[in-house]
């Protein structure tokens, strides 16, 4: 049985040390697409290995979703930053991924840092956005970003980052990270809903204390969050994605964190459980 709407994202799977396994990974359960990470292979950006992986995934029956990145715009001089965002966007449209996804802020910085430096972190990022999305555009590759961190999250927030970069970006929905600033995903979701070209299915776990959670992420009000397998946290996996069903949506639902190193049994229960509703 074909898995078309469901991709393995590279990223959160301690126990594949390649591309290439994530390809026979994702094939081998008659998945058609992956998202990748640049790690592995591409923790440079290198268009000779993006090549070969190429070739074998075309070999397999396998697409490239999506290409995703870590990027840090919380410095002083991001030109650096945004020369290797382009050479990653040469690398997805040698992958022939439709969308590139990067980080505006890497990692979770505290919120007082981001409230202290919030004119110039938005403003790096907003002047970087435009440039790398004109650039996307002469790659053939549309630049995509999620509901991420303290500032670029959020129903306001998210809209105030869209609205200055005036570009037609498309919105990456990630099930968990709206929790990073507090909110569910409702509000969210209805303002954004006609621009949700990517989805990142993930789990989480939020409370006003830590326990249970190891290496806990604060959020904005000062609760934790950690990401967890699909099924063992607290989002409404299938309510959020009927809504985005009844919507029209037609696009992969990626599986950003799927489970631990020892994930195999939680992969194929999440793929069969997904695999269930969106047969309906």
Same mark, same amino acid.
């Given at each position: ?22 390809i ?17 292979? *591409?923790? !440079?950006?290198?268009?000779? =290995?993006? #090549?070969?992986?190429?070739a +074998?995934?075309?070999? %397999?029956? &396998? @697409? ?11 410095l ?12 990653y ?11 590139f ?8 910085p ?10 110039? *972190?938005? !403003?790096?990022a907003?002047? =970087?956005? #435009?440039?790398?999305?004109? +650039?996307?555009?002469? %790659?053939n &590759? @549309? ?35 709206h ?12 303002a ?9 299915i993930?789990?989480?776990?939020? =409370? ?43 696009g ?19 793929i ?9």
């Open positions: 049985m074909l898995n078309t709407r469901i991709a393995f994202y590279t990223r959160p799977y301690p126990r594949i040390r390649s591309w290439f396994e994530m026979d990974e994702a094939a081998k359960r008659g998945m058609t697409a992956i998202e990748g990470f640049t790690n592995m292979e *591409l923790a !440079e950006p290198d268009p000779e =290995a993006a #090549r070969k992986i190429r +074998y995934a075309d070999e %397999k029956g &396998v @697409r490239f979703c999506c290409l995703s990145c870590f990027c840090n715009f919380a002083d001089d991001t030109e650096d930053q945004i020369t290797r965002m382009m050479r966007i040469d690398v997805a449209s040698i992958l022939g991924s439709p969308y996804h990067h980080t505006l802020v890497a990692g979770y505290t919120p007082d840092y981001v409230l202290q430096n919030w004119d110039a *972190l938005f !403003e790096n907003v002047h =970087a956005v #435009r440039r790398l999305y004109d +650039y996307g555009q002469t %790659k &590759v @549309r630049l995509i970003y999620e509901d991420q961190g303290y500032m670029f999250n959020g129903l306001v927030n998210y809209g105030k980052f869209l609205d200055a970069v005036d570009r037609n970006v498309g919105v990456l929905l990630d099930f968990g990270n929790y990073n600033v507090d909110e569910e995903l409702d509000g969210f979701l209805e954004y809903l006609p621009r949700v070209c990517h989805v990142h993930k789990d989480v776990l939020y =409370a006003p204390t830590p326990d249970g959670m190891p290496d806990s992420l604060y959020t904005l009000k000062g609760n934790y969050f950690w990401p967890v397998a699909m099924g063992t946290g607290i989002m409404d996996h299938k309510k959020y994605i009927t809504r985005l069903e009844n919507a029209g949506y037609s992969l639902y990626s599986l950003e964190y799927s489970a631990p190193s020892d994930d195999s049994s939680l992969i194929d229960d999440t069969a459980t997904l695999s269930s509703w969106l047969a309906r």
